[in-house]
């Protein structure tokens, strides 16, 4: 079952922050972040383990709440680099990695 | 390491032809999925494969589909007879083991008319 991403899409001016939300509704054991840009394959931002750890990197950084099965990722101070569509994958066992239907970040300038 | 690779980039092909798309994954990993991606669905998983297995292919559409790992280094993911609701852009993606980065081809567009 794939998780559920908010919103759909975001439009922001330069420099500004967004957060994008990822839910599922089975216990998962990892979530993935990926960027997508335009007519290309989507690209590994990060992973995050059960246990709750906040990763990122850069001005890039996404939590991961294990209880209420839920991730973020946080863009701090948006660049026009981080324009793309983001997905969220999730690992809720066997190894099946399952992705959301996207969110499609807009940075003008 | 050149990624992961698959052919053809590019299909356009009538409907009722049969379509096989081929992916070379990543030497040493063990997992393997195809996805397809649209506008309505995002990406969705069709397959995947662990030490050359299917594992669940629950997301394959209908009968129609099917897909192929005869081998570590080489998948293939079959739609006969094609129909123009299978146009979407078909992605491959390996890893090395769960919950481990997964590396996607640069994708198949595929346009059937």
């Known amino acids: 079952q794939q998780p559920v991403q908010s919103p759909q899409a975001v439009i922001l001016r330069e420099g500004e922050d967004a957060v994008i939300n990822c839910s599922s509704s089975k216990a998962l054991y990892s979530v993935h972040w990926y960027r997508q840009k335009h007519g290309e394959a989507p690209v590994f931002l990060m992973i995050?383990?059960?246990?709750?750890e906040q990763k990122g990197h850069d001005k890039i950084s996404a939590s991961f709440n294990e209880k209420k099965q839920q991730s973020s990722l946080y863009l701090t101070a948006s660049q026009l680099s981080y324009s793309g569509t983001y997905f969220c994958?999730?690992?809720?066992?066997?190894?099946?990695?399952?992705f959301g239907q996207g969110t499609r970040l807009t940075i003008n300038p | 390491d050149a990624g992961v690779i698959q052919s053809p980039r590019h299909e356009v092909t009538e409907m009722g032809q049969e379509v096989t798309l081929r992916c070379k994954p990543i030497?040493?990993?063990?997992?393997l999925f195809w996805y397809r991606q649209t506008m309505m669905r995002g990406l969705e998983l069709l397959i995947y494969?662990?030490?050359?297995?299917?594992?669940?292919d629950s997301g394959m559409p209908e009968d129609r589909f099917s897909a192929k790992m005869p081998n570590a280094s080489f998948s293939t993911l079959k739609i006969q007879p094609s129909e123009p609701r299978d146009s979407a852009v078909y992605f491959c993606?390996?890893?090395?083991?769960?919950?481990?980065?997964?590396?996607f081809g640069q994708g198949t567009r595929l346009t059937v008319v």
């Open positions: 030497s040493g990993h063990n997992s």
């Open positions: 494969f662990n030490n050359n297995v299917p594992i669940d």
């Open positions: 993606a390996s890893r090395r083991q769960m919950n481990t980065e997964a590396f």
């Open positions: 995050l383990l059960k246990g709750g």
């Open positions: 994958g999730t690992e809720g066992g066997a190894q099946k990695l399952v």
